[in-house]
């Protein structure tokens, strides 16, 4: 893998460098702008150095409170959903048909629920879970167990967390169903006729082969659940009161519903860091590995 | 084989099950709705969807939302196609930290831009528009399609470029006579994903529009009214926008299955 250094290269990624950077880099610096200065009103601005910052970051002032309750909540939400959807995920994908017409079948009927709009989806999940129209909470109800996500915080948690996995379980098994794909038969063969148990199989020839993939969904899975908003604002606008609130919605409830445009602005540059960070984690590990292929 | 159709055949169910709901709730009339649960409408009506596709304001939703992202897939391809090529052909400075930046923006929070993008659009007099909405969009879409694309391409063997350049052929002639059909299922993969993916955005396309270019996305909101919600005009939009997805999966089922092979989405 040895491309030729060339410089003139540049000039064919500058079109994307512009579009990203109008698209990126101008509202960051807005962001960046906001961030380190208060307002009254009126257009009139006045310099606030690191004020939010420290306020956001110390969690026993109003907004750091707010800031960690819902960061914390976040990344509770998103490790349940991973411990779900990824082992899931796996189990779907090794069930799936290898060859003939089931094939394309299966990644059709798999595929749909990816391609509902996000309010759709939280509008699906708000009907069906509801306890009067709905048959999940009729049923739960029915079977005696009080349940009802707009009153109770433990129901609103299990009506999102099951949303998410009903909605994005299908992406880890298809990148996982790609790594299995690359396996040719004959692996398979060679390992019957060792009589390889089915766990062997799984953990010596499936599961290598799903190393890559696997990272990328938890990456995918990871990123999307932590600035989740659409879903969960459409089936519980947060609530009740703020067991559901994640960091995307309380930003959304400070920058465009009080116009706290500081404090939005500093929890905005907080989080981009946070995602930024750890993308970079996941991007390092993923070209070692790819080094180590090679 | 057996316990893996049933773990299979178990998933597809529960998958199948809200949106049979949704579909059910779509051809009920509000009266049967609120009077009791029913598995299956007992008095079967088209009047939701007869509403939808009469009303401009309701079936306008869904002609702008196509606009956009339409309008945005192909911005996203047209941009990241000689990008995607610089990245698999060339060594260049920095040519590693750029794509983990370009990477870093399709993670990006849609939060975090709301507030900026509004004010920005709006300074530039493109608020309200599709436009507005498909430029936003490229904020995560073009990344991914740089990322899928140069997947694509790198698949393609570096000698026939070699070979194109000794023929004389300039880099643009090859370019779009012989290597852009080279990659056409990369690209057919590349458009599915933006397609998604601007298709299923909801809060940029709703915060950079109001009246002219308001998404169907943002329409649905209008079901809520004093007089409560109208669950059945709710569903029908909903199942609505599931069909365009549907039916872009249906033609590119077989590309789907070699864009996740390479890994990347």
Known sequence: MDKPVNQGAWLLVLPVLLIVAFSAILPLMTVVNYSVQDTFGNNQFFWNGIGWYQELLDPSTDLGGRFFDALWRNLLFSL?????????????????PRHGWRVAATLVVLALP???????????????????IGLLGWAVNRLGIPYNYTADPLSAWVTIVAMDVWHWTSLVALLCYAGLRSIPDAFYQA???????????????????????????????????????????????????????????????????????????????????????VCWVFYTVMTRMDAQRN | MLRARIVLTLYILLLMLPI???????????????????LWPHNLTFENYRRIFTDPSWYSGYLNSLQYVVLNTVLSIALALPAAYAFSRYRFVGDKHLFFW?????????????????????????????????????????????????????????????????????????????????????????????????????????????????????????TVSASGMDWGLLAAAGVLTILPGALVIWFVRNYIAKGFALGRV
């Open chain 1, 80 to 96: 349940l959903i991973l411990l779900i959807e990824v082992p899931l995920g796996i189990a779907v994908a090794l069930s799936m």
């Open chain 1, 114 to 132: 990816l391609l509902i709009p996000w309010n759709v989806v939280g509008t699906i999940w708000q009907i069906f879970a509801r306890e009067d």
């Open chain 1, 191 to 277: 390992a019957r006729i060792d009589g390889a148990s089915r766990w062997a199989i799984f953990r010596n020839i499936q599961l290598p082969k799903m190393h890559r993939v696997l990272l990328i969904a938890v990456l995918l899975r990871f990123m999307d659940s932590f600035m989740i908003y659409t879903e969960p604002f459409v089936v519980t606008g947060g609530g009740p009161g703020n067991s559901t609130t994640f960091v995307s919605i309380d930003l959304v409830k400070l920058a465009l519903g009080q116009f706290d445009l500081g404090k939005a602005a500093a929890l905005s540059i907080v989080y981009n860091l946070i995602i930024l960070a």
């Open chain 2, 20 to 38: 049979y709901w949704l579909v059910n709730m779509s051809l009920k009339t509000n009266t049967e709705i609120v009077s009791g649960l029913t």
């Open chain 2, 102 to 222: 370009l990477l870093s923006n399709r993670m990006a929070p849609a939060a975090v831009f709301a507030l900026p993008f509004f004010n920005l659009y709006s300074a530039i007099g493109l608020f309200d528009t599709p436009l507005a909405v498909a430029l936003a969009h490229c904020l995560f879409n073009v990344p991914l399609a740089v990322w899928i694309l140069e997947g694509f391409m790198s698949g393609v063997p570096r000698e026939i470029d070699e070979t194109a350049y000794l023929d004389g052929y300039s880099f643009s002639h090859f370019f779009v006579k012989i290597f852009t059909p080279l990659v056409a299922s990369g690209i057919g993969v590349t458009a599915f994903f933006c397609f998604m993916f601007s298709w299923v955005e909801l809060l940029l396309a709703r915060t950079l529009t109001s009246v002219d270019a308001k998404p169907i996305a943002a329409t649905m909101t209008r």
